[in-house]
């Protein structure tokens, strides 16, 4: 793993040494890095999309159950309460 990091930096010196000899190598590298870090964010976007599916469908049933719009009761609003509750209970 060190030295798939070291390359790119190598790469990049012969580069600025002398750009012609080297620009199809730093160009293919830098590409080749763009390309992993396209996939590594695609993934994680789409492990983030499937997590808010996941909290919106439970923030949906929490909704239905206490019985309120959720379009107009944000999550914020809804925990805020919750914790004002909470601590009331608690100091009663």
């Known amino acids: ?6 390359t790119p930096e ?3 010196n012969r580069f600025l040494k002398n750009p012609h000899r080297d620009l ?3 160009m293919l ?3 080749i890095e763009l ?3 396209a996939k590594e964010a695609r993934e994680q976007c789409e492990l983030l999309q499937s ?8 923030y ?15 999550l914020e609003e809804f925990f ?7 601590d009331s209970f608690y100091v009663s």
């Open 35 to 37: 390309q992993t870090f």
């Open 1 to 6: 793993m060190k030295k798939q990091t070291i």
């Open 24 to 26: 199809r190598s730093f």
């Open 10 to 12: 190598k790469a990049l």
């Open 51 to 58: 997590m808010f599916k996941q909290m919106d469908s439970l």
């Open 80 to 86: 805020t309460d919750v914790k004002t509750f909470k």
């Open 60 to 74: 949906t049933d929490l909704s239905e159950f206490f019985s309120f719009d959720k379009q107009k009761y944000t």
């Open 29 to 31: 590298i830098s590409l």
